[in-house]
């Protein structure tokens, strides 16, 4: 059906153009050339795509493209009028951001997976967007196959949205699923996820919640009309994530799983990414492997709760086409003026809140001298600060190894009553100082 | 803001009207009264109640509506020229079918939450809205607060659709969890359900799958492009369900769900309504009391699962309004155009597949004679079918009462690997016919 990529500008087809053919760009293109007859009965017309940009002419890509469109210059799809649509795949920061400004400088509209990019540089591409009358599409950025930015953008949009929460990282969510089904260590399991194709070579981003809290700042501000730095929002990662917290969490009821949190709470917004206790039997709990998941509270609609694979060549594929349909229909263009993201005329609707009042429960583990005052001691100090106790786990010494370890302590976990970050931190800090602790507490929020 | 209704056609504002102020119609009203700045920032202009068109002006609806807006006379909509889009929120087939058309006719744009009037005459008023360039939107008419209809129209239009499954039908997801929760039987936990607003008076369309299978249809056809008239889905409610099956089930590994499922086989669509048993762990399985959920598999972006509240006055109004914002500001229209539901002159894609190739695992469930050649008997039936046996539960007799029951028989419950739809019904009547058989056979499908 591409075989003869004679060009034409007409009302029965729109022209394409891929920039950076990775995996997600061969998967693109697939859908594009494989399926012509599926997105032109979506679009109401032919998706055409003329050109394929990539660095290295040579480098197979295990994808069959019709003749002239594979090229390793830029400017043979800037230069083409003919060209409507630029699907922008390369990643990292520059030259992907002088691209996407070059091609809305030509004339096109983008669509685009790169998440980091739109996280550093969303309000100076987006201004610029308005400013050349073009559009971003980026459905692809956050949450590969869950179309999230779409159902908050659109579907939602009755809705003033009041929570959002997501395991956005598909990469983390694996590790730890499998250290929790296998009760395998962090080390060994990160390994198993590089073999697996599930981490990258260096995995930092993903398992430190920079990943995470980057795509919690573009929803933040589709939901919220927050305009926030993903530097700014509280986080931690799984890296070093201790199997005992695990198992204790699951004798609790909980699962741990990286959460990305954005909170109305008092006009302000609560956010923060974070190792969580969340409640088995809700169905966040039971999202494993790869997975993503987003819950969204809205006023009106109540809880939607969606789960998809977050990642992965055809998944983040699926969400480009389907940017790449709306864009050519006229429905991204519409929607991407009406919305205004990013618009310095529409300030923040919403303010980021003091990381120390945001408000919830806290599970706490600690080794404890086996000792009848040490339980005393931490109460005392958690009573300081105004927070109460839940529910305490502290065994007896299990094995004689344990009793008999050289330093005579005990594992300790304590679950919380609600009480703000602020008082936590401090009898954290003040629970580590008592000389009957051994080494520093592990301290992480609990979703009922 | 909604105080002094001067009429006045501009880009700044889209006047609408809503007929029918049902549970539905006050809650739209409310949204688009209340929330007149949430409206009008997603649809980048104010989106205007003019009229609320009602049978009985006395009524008390527990809305302040502006003066001059409630009236009981369509025709004050239908003459207004300034009314761009009419909310039809009337419910039953007629006189619901000629007011639709009737406003179509006078160049009005509408959004419904009839799903009834859609299975029944879908293609007639998608025609005749084509005919005079207007657009139907209908997001509400299936699944209220989970946002199915854009999501399989847009998000997901890069895939083929593979399967679609889910729990449709709120009211019989509430007593079937409130059956399993708290071990209680059909009848009074149908009375449960009405005293808790949860059931109609007569609940007859909700319990025996007619609802599910009438969303069924709709969802077939924008996601196969089936036309499926849904007194042809084979459809079995949860009437009369034994909560003996929901034990059993448990022990097995499941929890027992109204599904409504579509699947492609062989390029033809299964299509059926039965109360299933659903493997604990999946999200569908968690699933619980109004709640509604659809899971998607498309070949490009996997599986995609929903979960929301499927009905109530603010899910609906959410999905009611959203599909006012996007018929107010172009959206609407253009996927109407584009995608030509119910087209006569786009053919079916997809036929529906004969019930008897339907095929899948079972659970049968039946009460024998206490006697050494039963199982041999049953396994000989279901062997001359091709069907094998999976698992089987039988108990000895528990209590007296049941070893000297008067017919001595006790139950038997058999998990069957995969079989035909045919050969399990015929083994069914088989195994009915077997003299050491007391009654009849309950028969479910079983999703792993």
Known sequence: MNATPTKQKSPDRTNVAIIGMGTVGAGVAQLLIDHGDRTARHAGKTIWLSKAVVRDLSKPRGIELPEGVLTDSIDDVLNDPEIDVVIQLMGGLSPAREVMLRAMEAGKDIVTANKALLAEHGAELFTRARELGRSIAFEAAVAGGIPIIANISQCLSANQIESLEGILNGTSNFIVSQMDEKGAGYDETVKRAQELGYAEADPAMDVDGTDAAQKLAILSHLAFGATVDWRDIP??????????????????????????????????????????????????????????????????????????????????????????????????????????????????????????????????????????????????????????????????????????????????????????????????????????????????????
């Not at 009848?372 to 958690?382: D, N, Q, R, S």
């Not at 304590?414 to 936590?424: D, V, Y």
Request: net charge negative; charged share 20%; glycine share 8%.
């Open 235 to 448: 986080r931690q990662g799984i890296d070093g994530l201790d199997p005992a917290d695990l198992v204790y969490a699951r004798q609790l009821g909980y699962r741990i799983k990286l959460l990305a949190t954005a909170r109305l709470v008092d006009g302000e917004l609560e956010l923060s990414v974070a190792p969580t206790l969340v409640a088995i039997g809700t169905p966040m709990a039971e999202v494993r492997d790869a997975f993503n998941a987003i819950r969204v509270v809205g006023d009106a609609v109540g809880p939607v709760f969606y789960h998809g694979l977050g990642a992965g060549q055809m998944p983040t594929a699926s969400a480009v086409v389907a940017d790449v349909i709306d864009t050519a229909v006229g429905r991204t263009p519409i929607t991407f003026e009406t919305l205004e993201y990013f618009s310095a005329e529409r300030p923040p609707r919403t303010a980021q809140r003091d990381v120390d009042r945001l408000r919830g429960r806290y599970y706490l583990r600690l080794r404890v001298a086996n000792d009848p005052g040490t339980l005393a001691a931490i109460a005392g100090v958690l009573s300081n600060q105004s927070i109460s106790i839940a529910s305490v786990i502290q065994h007896e010494p299990k094995s004689k190894d344990e009793a008999s370890s050289s330093d005579n302590t005990v594992p300790l976990v304590i679950m919380t009553h609600e009480a703000s970050e602020g008082a936590a931190s401090r009898a954290t800090t003040d629970i580590e100082a008592l000389p009957a602790i051994s080494g520093s507490v592990v301290r992480m929020p609990v979703r009922a």
